[in-house]
């Protein structure tokens, strides 16, 4: 299986302060049709998972331009521009690209400081 | 707007049966790979199974084959995941999702917990 590495586990953040999350993928997510599937999720406190970013870059619909995702191969981040206390919460990362079964990073629980 | 809404979780023995069943709308089902994946405080978030557009194949995770079985029922716009045999390390919540490689939406979830 893919083992995907997230750092840091913890993140402690201020209001309006920038914040980043590394994930590692242990294969390149590079897949035979050219794109690279990697995911990123935001789990809010007692809520299900919600996608915020998919192939690598691209935010889904009604996610706040503060979240960027970049990165190819095997290195990938995913940037807050300025925390709001609204982004409490656990950042997942994901790959899509090799099966049998999709593998998700550990998670990164961003709290405010 | 898109919704899967899960049902059927609740408390079962250790090698006891249930059956998780999804209820989608807002979109064309039957055009959709869906999957179920699963979140256990020891173990994060797992990958259980995804079926195909039109049931043509099925695939899951070790630790479940032979015991789980995914389906859908494309007229009625339902996915469903047979969990027999449980065991204490599938105590969870269970995600209906849509889609496999780029999941999104989630359902809010079912709580499975295997215990005596």
């Known amino acids: 299986d893919v083992v995907m590495t997230q750092s840091p586990l913890s993140l402690p953040v201020t209001l309006g302060q920038p914040a980043s999350i590394s994930c590692r993928s242990s294969q390149s997510l590079v897949y035979s049709d050219g794109n690279t599937y990697l995911n990123w999720f935001q789990q809010r406190p007692g809520q299900s998972p919600r996608r915020l970013i998919y192939k690598v870059s691209n935010r889904d619909s009604g996610v706040p331009d503060r979240f960027s995702g970049s990165g190819s191969g095997t290195d990938f981040t995913l940037k807050i521009s300025r925390v709001e206390a609204e982004d409490v919460g656990i950042y997942y990362c994901m790959q899509g690209t090799h099966w049998p079964l999709y593998t998700f990073g550990q998670g990164t629980k961003l709290e405010i400081k | 707007q898109v919704q899967l809404v899960e049902s059927g979780g609740g408390l079962v023995k250790p090698g006891g049966s249930l059956r998780l069943s999804c209820a989608a709308s807002?979109?064309?089902?039957?055009?959709?790979?869906m999957s179920w994946i699963r979140q256990s405080p020891g173990k994060g978030l797992e990958w259980v199974s995804v079926i195909s557009r039109g049931s043509s194949y099925t695939l899951y995770a070790d630790s479940v084959k032979g015991r789980f079985t995914i389906s859908r029922d494309d007229a009625k716009n339902s996915l469903y995941l047979q969990m027999n045999n449980l065991r204490g390390d599938d105590t969870a919540v269970y995600y209906c999702?849509?889609?496999?490689?780029?999941?999104?939406?989630w359902g809010q979830g079912t709580l499975v917990t295997v215990s005596s």
């Open positions: 807002g979109f064309i089902f039957s055009d959709y790979y």
């Open positions: 999702v849509r889609g496999s490689r780029e999941p999104d939406p």
